[in-house]
């Protein structure tokens, strides 16, 4: 006999040998047993999941002597045929090569004849989704309302290309994509089967790198051992499929969150050179950090197949980390995945993607700020700086300052500065003196809830015109010399300043004697 590659020779024969699809294969074996048999069915998955699989292992059950059962001989001829497709009651099609109308008629032809063996003849078409308009508006009719001998089963990839005319006639199967541990013990039984040892690091690479098709991983394991014969490592996966070991996704990981950007860079260099595949790189690195933060979450989700002296220092990195930065982090990473797919420089939009998710851990975000504010207001006790007098206001005087054109609106005027702290206070009639308060210590909420109290009277214009009572100003001691006598001089040399010059050249101001 010829030889069998691994996907074919250990392919499920009866409804306990389908791996990871408990769901569909617990309800096909409860309308067996219960006599509740639809006249279609329709099963949606990704490649490799068991689609032509399930629906053979079904074909065998509905056609099996004394069917239909569930409990069916895999080595009785009959079910040899179907499992061989040579069977004359099950007709397999493929949808991509028989697509047209005509296909279509000659079945709507040939379903009036009884099967030859079994209790029914069933139609088989695999990507059903291949099919034109026309040819699924042909098959509507007899879709609808078969001969009672006449059972359908659909297989696609794209269920969204078909019909709703379609799906709607038909119960629906998702077969799901099987997890990377169904795939690595499976992996490891075959292994045993043919005499050749595989390491547990080696079958879970292998499993990962299936992305939940069980036949891509068969295909895998054949073809490593066609190169490595009896012994299989981890390593070797790594280099022939390109795949990233998990101590190296774990050290990048561990580099983006202690901010270490020269390194991470360098590992992206190393992995380049070495020629591996940085789209899947990528694809791992995002696989970790959403294992982290799923981990963080949730105390009893897994570690996506990490061992526990590559995690441990991993999850220490990421202890200082806020979960809301971890999920930043993905986004920017699964934003540069996306752009990687189409980019013919992969590499430059990976460290792009990365140092983007470096410096978005240093980023001041709004949860921050609201941290900050609240940790502001438990202060436990400040200074209240001293409130001035209105006697000591009264010695303060302000400058003289010409009330502004109305014309003037675009020029900014620029005045002297000011040797007070505070305008001139004015004693009003009928007004009584502000008080000062005591000095005491309060609170920073105390002095916010308070600010709005301090003044209710509008603060004073600058360009409003200034009146100037010589009465009520007081006498300066021998020495000083007040505003009014301060020579030309001093405010042609402040005017003069190179950045008071440089200020009225950028907003084009002039200055108002």
Known sequence: MSYQVFARKYRPRTFADVLGQDHVISTLRNAIERERLAHAWLFVGPRGTGKTTTARILAKALNCPGGPSIEFDPDDPVCQEIGNGTSLDVIEIDGASNNSVDNIRDIRENVQFTPTQGKFKIYYIDEVHMLT?????????????????????????????????????????????????????????ISDKEGVQLDDPAAWAIAKGADGGMRDAQSMLDQLVAFCGEKITEQN????????????VASLATNILKKESPSTLELIHQQAESGKELSQLLGELISCMRALLVSRLDTNAGNEGFPAEIWDPLVSA?????TDRILNLIDILADSEG????????????????????????????????????????????DTPAVPTPAAETTARTPDVEPTPANSTSQTTVVAPS???????????????VEEPPKEKRSLDDLINAAPEQSTEPAPELNAPQQHEESSSPKLESGQESKEDESPAADDSFYQDPLIQEALSVFKGTIQQ
């Open 133 to 189: 308009s026309a040819a699924f508006n042909a098959l509507l009719k007899t879709l609808e309302e078969p001969p009672e001998h006449v059972k359908f089963i659909f297989a696609t990839t794209e269920p969204n290309k078909i019909l709703p005319t379609i799906i709607s006639r038909c119960q629906r199967f998702d077969l799901r994509p099987i997890p990377t541990e169904t795939i690595a013990k499976h992996l490891q039984y």
């Open 237 to 248: 996966v790594l280099e022939i499929f390109g795949f990233t070991s998990r101590e190296t």
């Open 318 to 322: 990421s202890k200082n980390i806020q």
């Open 339 to 382: 752009r990687m797919k189409w980019a013919a420089n992969k590499r430059l939009h990976l460290e792009i993607g990365i140092i983007k998710a470096i410096q978005s851990l240093n980023d001041a975000r709004i949860s921050d700020v609201i941290k900050a504010l609240a940790g502001a207001g438990q202060l436990e006790q400040i």
């Open 419 to 433: 040797t007070s702290a505070a305008p001139e206070a004015k004693n009003e009639p009928g007004r009584k003196p």
